[in-house]
């Protein structure tokens, strides 16, 4: 049987295209699944996961706990708000005291990027990274770039742009990794302040001027700005940022082409995009979230067949 050259998903930048492409193979056939009448499979019967969530989630969470019960996996969820770690408990003996209850899988949501790395390194447990800090978000981008696969018959050669706060974003730096492995154009959109220094060394292009981007993108990954993680503000205030960056149903028409528009979610609804676009027939955002639970089945599944 095929099988991940990984015993964790920490992020992208650790996949080969091959484990991606097995992934989304794995996700085709959990994906028939989950859409028939009984969506339920025995495939973790006697596997126990555990969801660390020491950060908000809404998708990431659900989505893990559902993709966790179609494939009959004994569930705990962990909530850092109601937990011992507001005791002053670490990370390390939180998640210890978790393992000694037989856990065999840890899916993991921090605010402090490198974690999952971390704990990848002092815990005996295959670790799944939901997102930390501002590092990596590996389900988001697979699950991005599967949406993409399923409208348009693959990745490769597509011309996607990644609009908005890229210098606070896991989702960016992810989707920027996979996409590119897939074979994808990518460039970036935003203003200059909300770019990483490093992203040359990324590969991709840089647009300052909105409409040029669209007009240049087959698809438009928007994201939401993360106040929450800057320190100082990083242009004028959000109205501005809004008239220059924000997408509306007008923008759209104004261009020479279609294009898809994406979002990892929390939308901001009049900041980043209006409720015309998100909820047009150019958005792509509720197919990205259905399609987010074929894709934690099928890393799931092929971790957990590395389990000893
Ligand atoms: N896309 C995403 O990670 O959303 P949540 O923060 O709600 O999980």
Known sequence: ????????LLGIKYLKR??????????????????????????????TIANLFFENSTRTKLSFEIAEK??????????S???????????????????AMKVDLVVMRHPNPGASVFL????????????????????????DAYSIREKYGEV?????VIIGDILHSRVALSNIYC?????????????????????????????????????????????????????????????EYSNVYGINYAVLEKLNKEITIMHPGPINRGVELTSDVADSSHSLILDQVENGVAIRMAVLFLLSNKLN
């Open 1 to 8: 049987m095929d099988s991940l050259s990984v015993n964790h």
């Open 18 to 47: 091959n484990d991606i492409e097995l992934i989304f193979k794995t996700a085709d056939n959990f994906k028939k699944i989950i859409n028939q009448p009984i969506k339920k499979v025995p495939s973790l019967r006697d596997v």
């Open 70 to 79: 179609r494939l009959s996996a004994d569930v705990l969820n962990f909530s």
């Open 81 to 99: 708000a109601a937990s011992s770690v507001k005791k002053g408990e670490t990370l390390l003996d939180t998640v210890n005291n978790i393992l």
């Open 120 to 143: 990848s390194r002092n815990i005996d447990a295959s670790i799944i990274n939901a997102g930390d800090g501002t590092h990596e978000h590996p389900t988001q981008a697979l699950l």
């Open 156 to 160: 490769s050669d597509k011309n996607i």
């Open 179 to 239: 996409l590119k492995m897939l074979g994808a154009n990518v460039s970036v959109c935003g203003p200059m302040t909300l770019m990483p220094k490093y992203l040359d060394d990324l590969g991709v292009n840089y647009f300052s001027n909105l409409k040029e981007a669209l007009n240049w993108c087959d698809i438009a990954n928007v994201l939401r700005i993360q106040l929450e993680r800057q320190d100082v503000q990083l242009f004028p205030s959000l109205r």
